[in-house]
């Protein structure tokens, strides 16, 4: 039962445009939400977070949105750059049971054609 | 920043033989550490969360006595995956915990991918 979906195994975006990478999610216990960012041979990094109390979150050129009723969330990459090309992963979590206990996605490869 | 060092980061074993995968946190104490697996084309699938000093605690369908988690100490945590068959071939990562409560605090290990033949 995947709990966490990222429907787009893959995205290609010129450079400068703006990535836009979807989440959607079955759980509605779920009520943080974050991103993480892989490169090859990495761990995933934090990227950006947003709690269900909030719609949107920014962080430089990262924003995050958050649609409770659609159970859906995106991350908005703008302007988009060549070091954006990574794995990205969509997570869930459960305030109440620990925000460390983490349900993922099955990631987005974004790519970011110079 | 936080590091997290897993070792092996690749391992090739035979059938039947049991296999330690390693995660240490460098440069700070980590009271939890979180391991977990991811299939191909899968997402990554939390196994067990691992308390320094007290048992591990495994999700649901995790078997414990093929998944061996010690955290010994504040920058040690060890899987050992038991008896490995073929099926257990996967990805394993670990995280580490500094302490402080927020899934953002979370250091992730680079992974290491276990092919058993």
């Known amino acids: 039962d995947q709990q966490v979906k990222q429907n787009s195994p893959s995205l290609s975006v010129q450079e400068g445009r703006i990535s836009i990478l979807n989440c959607d999610y079955t759980?509605?216990?779920?009520?943080?939400f974050l991103w993480y960012k892989k490169y090859p041979a990495e761990g995933p990094t934090f990227l950006i977070s947003?709690?269900?109390?909030?719609d949107k979150n920014e962080d430089g050129r990262f924003t995050v949105f958050l649609n409770k009723s659609a159970k859906h969330l995106s991350l908005h990459i703008v302007p988009s750059q060549p070091g954006d090309s990574a794995v990205y992963f969509c997570?869930?979590?459960?305030?109440?049971?620990?925000?460390?206990?983490?349900?993922f996605g099955t990631g987005t490869r974004l790519t970011i054609i110079p | 920043g936080a590091v997290v060092s897993q070792h092996p980061s690749w391992v090739i074993c035979k059938s039947g033989t049991s296999v330690k995968i390693e995660c240490r946190s460098l440069?700070?104490?980590?009271?939890?550490m979180f391991w977990y697996r991811q299939f191909p084309k899968q997402s990554l699938m939390l196994m067990a969360t691992?308390?320094?000093?007290?048992?591990?605690?495994?999700e649901q369908g995790v078997e414990k006595d093929k998944f061996l988690i010690n955290h010994a100490s504040l920058t040690l945590s060890t899987l050992t995956v038991t008896s490995a068959h073929p099926e257990d071939s996967s990805f394993y990562i670990c995280?580490?915990?500094?302490?402080?409560?927020?899934?953002?605090?979370?250091?992730f290990g680079a992974g290491s991918r276990l092919t058993v033949l």
């Open positions: 997570a869930a979590s459960i305030s109440n049971f620990g925000n460390e206990k983490l349900t």
């Open positions: 440069d700070f104490q980590a009271t939890t």
């Open positions: 947003i709690s269900s109390i909030k």
């Open positions: 759980n509605s216990m779920f009520d943080y």
């Open positions: 691992s308390n320094e000093g007290s048992k591990a605690t495994y």
């Open positions: 995280s580490a915990s500094q302490g402080s409560s927020g899934a953002n605090v979370l250091t």
